[in-house]
């Protein structure tokens, strides 16, 4: 403990808080790739609590605002902790503040790049593809991003025995939150789904 003591107390003060911010976003990221893993993202993610933008154009206006939205939480997560660390490390073998921050700016955003690139590649597995939608009308879902009352939100059902991301729509207009429990009764597009809100919950 003296040790540590002795240590810690011979750190810059800014050293000091690369390695606090690298201690708390690490934990922020075990949780988040854990919470990933799962399944449990509906009740983890940062975004999930946002509510969800409805846009009146079709398709790709919408799948770009929601994997955006996906991806800055994972991603900027990334970022800090792979930022911290190497901030924490370059300044306690000595490296110029200047030339630390340039480093830890790289690593940072090299990461952020990576785990942009990783979730969306898991997210493009999990499209239609060769999952047949029609196979999971019936099928009992939850809800990933919040479906309002007047547009998209987004739910997670088993699609040919394949977890997969689905745009809905409440059929009889009731809202969502996510989390909620929904019923597909039709397929309404390509990567589209109307549902019934088994647990409705207002907003």
Request: glycine share 10%; charged share 15%.
């Amino acid at each position: 403990m003296e040790s540590f003591t002795a240590w810690w107390s011979g750190l810059q003060p800014l050293n000091q808080w690369f390695f606090i911010g690298a201690a708390f976003f690490s934990v922020f990221f075990a949780w988040q790739v854990i919470m990933a893993f799962l399944g449990l993202g509906a009740g983890t993610d940062l975004d999930a609590h946002v509510d969800t933008m409805h846009h009146d154009s079709p398709g790709d206006a919408d799948d770009s605002a929601v994997a955006f939205k996906l991806l800055s939480v994972r991603s900027v997560v990334a970022f800090f902790t792979l930022f911290t660390w190497a901030g924490a490390l370059y300044m306690s073998r000595g490296i110029a503040t200047a030339s630390c921050l340039g480093y830890s700016l790289l690593w940072g955003f090299g990461a952020m790049l990576l785990i942009s690139l990783l979730v969306y590649g898991m997210r493009r597995m999990t499209e239609t593809g060769n999952i047949r939608i029609s196979s999971c009308v019936g099928v009992t879902g939850s809800v990933y991003l919040d479906i309002p009352a007047d547009g998209n939100g987004e739910i997670r059902v088993l699609c040919s025995g394949v977890l997969t991301h689905l745009k809905a729509r409440s059929a009889n207009g009731t809202p969502a939150k996510a989390g909620a429990a929904v019923k597909v009764t039709k397929v309404t597009g390509p990567n589209s789904v109307e549902v019934e809100i088994e647990h409705s919950t207002t907003q």
